[in-house]
Each structure stands twice: as C-alpha cells, then as structure tokens.
C-alpha cells in the first residue's frame, strides 16, 4: 500500500525545537524511521512537509483528484486546532487520513486538547514520540484491509 506523511506547520524544526516536548530527532531522521519501517512491512511511502496551510489543503486535494496514495497520515502542528480549512479539506477527499501527534496534547496547554479535525479523521493517534506515526501506519492499514 501506499501511504503519504504530512507533517504541517513548525514540524520542520522537530528535533531542534523544544526538545523536552517532541525529542532530539530531526524530522528526516523521523521519516528515514518511517520509511525504514514501511519497507520492512511491504508499503511505499511519500513525505511532505509545509508552514502553509494552503499548501497542505492543496496537498491533500492532489493525493484526492491523482489518487497518490491509499492513506494519509496527518500531523498538522498548531492548525489542528483551528483549521476549518484543513477540516473541509479533509472532508472533502475519500482517502483516509490518521490524525497523529507526537506529544500528549491532552496533557498540554487548553488550547491543545481541542481538534478540529479529530471528527472528520478516521482515527488519531497521539503522545508516542514517533511511535505515533508507527503505530498510525499499522493501525490505517489494518484498517484499510478489513
Ligand atoms: C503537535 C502538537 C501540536 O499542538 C503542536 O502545535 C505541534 C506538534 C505534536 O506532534 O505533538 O506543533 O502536533
């Protein structure tokens, strides 16, 4: 299966930005893990990363109209909690999308325990480090094949 990995909004600097929070590793050492990981299981795997809303609402839409990938695993940093864009997006295309966090956003500021995703997202996972994305991608899989 083919899966596509969007990381949003300050997800660029994980692993040089408050490391007590979200660990030392950098986001490619994260998505070389993760690449390791899906190969071993037999999946392909596609990375993107971007600070602009609009550009991952766009990147979402392409994996919808060029039917890119079987699923999407989705960490959107700070516009999950307040992107309406992001969620329509998300409602709008027939790929499942996992919504993943590193941290326990429960555990965290106010803010954070609200998503406005978490409704339109076929499930979430949260506060396992990268483990979050591991267990996303074994999760949507399961999933996907029942
Ligand atoms: C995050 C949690 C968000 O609240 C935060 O804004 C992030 C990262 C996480 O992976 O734990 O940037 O999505």
């Known amino acids: 299966m083919k899966f596509l990995i969007i990381n949003g909004v300050n997800l660029n600097l994980t692993g040089k930005r408050e490391t007590g929070v979200y660990g030392v590793k950098t986001l490619e050492e994260i998505n070389a ?4 990981f899906a ?3 037999g999946d392909e795997v596609e990375f993107y990363q971007s600070n602009f809303e609009g550009a991952l609402v766009e990147k979402l839409h392409e994996a919808f109209l ?4 079987d699923g999407i695993l989705l960490n959107a940093g700070a ?9 329509d997006a998300i409602a ?8 993943v966090h590193m941290s326990n956003v429960h555990a965290r500021e106010e803010f954070r325990k ?3 995703l978490t409704e339109v997202c076929k499930g979430a996972v949260l506060g396992l480090g990268v483990g979050s994305y591991l267990a996303a991608l074994v999760g949507l ?5 029942e």
């Open 92 to 99: 709008a295309i027939d790929i499942p999308v996992v919504e």
């Open 141 to 145: 899989k399961a999933g996907l094949k």
């Open 114 to 116: 609200n998503s406005v």
């Open 79 to 87: 516009f999950t909690h307040y992107s309406y864009a992001l969620r």
């Open 33 to 36: 893990e993760i690449g390791a």
């Open 39 to 41: 190969k071993k299981n």
């Open 66 to 69: 060029q039917k890119t990938c």
